[in-house]
C-alpha cells in the first residue's frame, strides 16, 4: 500500500508485515493524489507543486518527473495496462487555467495529448476498462469523454447543474456514472453520449461513488451522510444507508460484493451488508476520515493521521 502526506512523504507499506518498505521524501511536494501501475510496479504522486513524479516502486527510485502545470494538480490516473497516465489541473503559463487535462507516457515520460474543453477546474478521471476512452470531470457541471488514441473529444455530457466531484465506470465500460453536488447522480452511455438515468433521493451532495464488481449495483454518498445503492440499469433505489453523523466522502466495495465500507468526517468508518440497510459494524477513529480501501477482509482508511487497518470477518 502507498500513502502520501503533506510535508512531502511518500510511503510504500508493505500489508503483510506492516512495515514501511520504502519512505520517501520530497519536502516541497505536498502529496495530495497518488496512483498505483496496475502490476505494482510502478505509483504516480502529485499535489501542490504542480509537478507530477514517477516512482519505482521495486527500488524507490524516481523514473521521471513531469512538469507542465502552475499549481495543484486535481486528479491523477493510471492506464488499465499501465502504459499511459494522465492529469488534471491548473496551467496559468499556457493559457489554459485549471481545465487542462494531460495524457503521458509512462515509459518516456514525455506528453502525449493535450485535452482542452473544460471551462472549470477538472476535479476527477475515469478510464475505460480496455483503456479506449478517458472521461473527465468538472466544476462547470460536465463530464467529456476523450479518445485516447488521438485526445480528440469523443461526446460532452451536460444535464448537471452543479460541479461534478465522482465518476465511476461499468466493470464492462457499457455505462459510466457521474456525482454531483446538484444532489444526483446520472448513469450515461458512453459510447453514445446519451443519459440513461437520473438517480434523484439525496439530500446533499454527492462526492463518493462506487461500483460492485459485477456491475450489479452502485453506491453514492452525500455531504449528509446517506449512502444509498442503487440498480444502474433500471435506476430503481435498492437501499439507503443512514447512521453516519457527517459527510462520507470515500466508499469502496469488497471482492464478493456482498459489503462495502464507508469513512465520513464524523471520524468513523462503517460496513455495511450490500443487500440490506444494515450496518454490521462501526469504528470511531480520532479524525475526520476521507479515504476507504477493501483488500479481502482488511479495510484500510485514513484521513487527517492514519493510516489505520481493520480486519473485517465473522459478518
Given at each position: 500500500?502507498?500513502?502520501?502526506?503533506?510535508?512531502?512523504?511518500?510511503?510504500?507499506?508493505?500489508?503483510?508485515?506492516?512495515?514501511?518498505?520504502?519512505?520517501?521524501?520530497?519536502?516541497?511536494?505536498?502529496?495530495?493524489?497518488?496512483?498505483?501501475?496496475?502490476?505494482?510496479?510502478?505509483?504516480?504522486?502529485?499535489?501542490?507543486?504542480?509537478?507530477?513524479?514517477?516512482?519505482?516502486?521495486t527500488?524507490?527510485?524516481l523514473?521521471?518527473?513531469?512538469?507542465?502545470?502552475?499549481?495543484?494538480?486535481?486528479a491523477?490516473?493510471?492506464?488499465?495496462?499501465?502504459?499511459?497516465?494522465?492529469?488534471?489541473?491548473?496551467?496559468?503559463?499556457?493559457?489554459?487555467?485549471?481545465?487542462?487535462?494531460?495524457?503521458?507516457?509512462?515509459?518516456t515520460?514525455?506528453?502525449?495529448?493535450?485535452?482542452?474543453?473544460?471551462?472549470?477546474?477538472?476535479?476527477?478521471?475515469?478510464?475505460?476498462?480496455?483503456?479506449?476512452?478517458?472521461?473527465?470531470?468538472?466544476?462547470?457541471g460536465t463530464?467529456?469523454?476523450?479518445?485516447?488514441?488521438?485526445?480528440?473529444?469523443?461526446?460532452?455530457l451536460?444535464?448537471?447543474?452543479?460541479?461534478?466531484e465522482?465518476?465511476?465506470?461499468?466493470?464492462?465500460g457499457?455505462?459510466?456514472?457521474?456525482?454531483?453536488?446538484?444532489?444526483?447522480?446520472?448513469?450515461w452511455?458512453?459510447?453514445?453520449?446519451?443519459?440513461?438515468?437520473?438517480?434523484?433521493?439525496?439530500?446533499?451532495?454527492?462526492?463518493?461513488?462506487?461500483?460492485a464488481?459485477?456491475?450489479?449495483?452502485?453506491?453514492?454518498?452525500?455531504?449528509?451522510?446517506?449512502?444509498?445503492?442503487?440498480?444502474?440499469?433500471?435506476?430503481?433505489?435498492?437501499?439507503?444507508?443512514?447512521?453516519?453523523?457527517?459527510?462520507?466522502?470515500?466508499?469502496?466495495?469488497?471482492?464478493?460484493?456482498?459489503?462495502?465500507?464507508?469513512?465520513?468526517?464524523?471520524?468513523?468508518?462503517?460496513?455495511?451488508?450490500?443487500?440490506?440497510d444494515?450496518?454490521?459494524?462501526?469504528?470511531?477513529?480520532?479524525h475526520p476520515?476521507?479515504?476507504?480501501?477493501?483488500?479481502?477482509?482488511?479495510?484500510?482508511?485514513?484521513?487527517?493521521?492514519?493510516?489505520?487497518?481493520?480486519?473485517?470477518?465473522?459478518?
Amino acid at each position: 500500500m502507498a500513502y502520501g502526506v503533506a510535508d512531502g512523504t511518500i510511503g510504500v507499506w508493505d500489508l503483510a508485515t506492516r512495515q514501511n518498505r520504502h519512505i520517501i521524501k520530497y519536502p516541497s511536494h505536498q502529496v495530495a493524489k497518488l496512483a498505483v501501475a496496475p502490476d505494482g510496479s510502478w505509483l504516480a504522486s502529485a499535489g501542490q507543486s504542480g509537478i507530477v513524479r514517477v516512482l519505482d516502486l521495486t527500488t524507490g527510485q524516481l523514473r521521471h518527473a513531469l512538469p507542465g502545470y502552475s499549481d495543484e494538480v486535481e486528479a491523477l490516473l493510471v492506464a488499465p495496462d499501465g502504459s499511459w497516465l494522465a492529469t488534471a489541473g491548473c496551467d496559468d503559463l499556457r493559457g489554459y487555467g485549471d481545465s487542462m487535462v494531460q495524457t503521458w507516457l509512462f515509459t518516456t515520460g514525455q506528453p502525449r495529448h493535450t485535452l482542452i474543453g473544460h471551462t472549470g477546474h477538472v476535479l476527477e478521471l475515469a478510464v475505460a476498462p480496455d483503456g479506449s476512452w478517458l472521461a473527465s470531470a468538472s466544476t462547470d457541471g460536465t463530464v467529456w469523454i476523450w479518445d485516447i488514441s488521438n485526445g480528440k473529444p469523443l461526446h460532452t455530457l451536460t444535464g448537471h447543474t452543479g460541479l461534478i466531484e465522482a465518476l465511476a465506470v461499468a466493470p464492462d465500460g457499457s455505462w459510466l456514472a457521474s456525482a454531483s453536488y446538484d444532489m444526483t447522480v446520472r448513469i450515461w452511455d458512453p459510447h453514445s453520449g446519451q443519459a440513461v438515468h437520473t438517480l434523484t433521493g439525496h439530500t446533499g451532495g454527492v462526492g463518493a461513488l462506487a461500483v460492485a464488481q459485477d456491475g450489479s449495483w452502485l453506491a453514492s454518498a452525500d455531504t449528509d451522510g446517506t449512502v444509498r445503492i442503487w440498480d444502474p440499469h433500471s435506476g430503481q433505489s435498492l437501499h439507503t444507508l443512514t447512521g453516519h453523523t457527517g459527510g462520507v466522502g470515500a466508499l469502496a466495495v469488497a471482492q464478493d460484493g456482498s459489503w462495502l465500507a464507508s469513512a465520513s468526517t464524523d471520524r468513523t468508518v462503517r460496513i455495511w451488508e450490500s443487500g440490506a440497510d444494515r450496518c454490521v459494524t462501526s469504528l470511531r477513529t480520532g479524525h475526520p476520515l476521507w479515504l476507504v480501501v477493501i483488500d479481502g477482509e482488511r479495510v484500510t482508511v485514513a484521513g487527517v493521521n492514519g493510516p489505520y487497518f481493520l480486519t473485517v470477518a465473522g459478518r
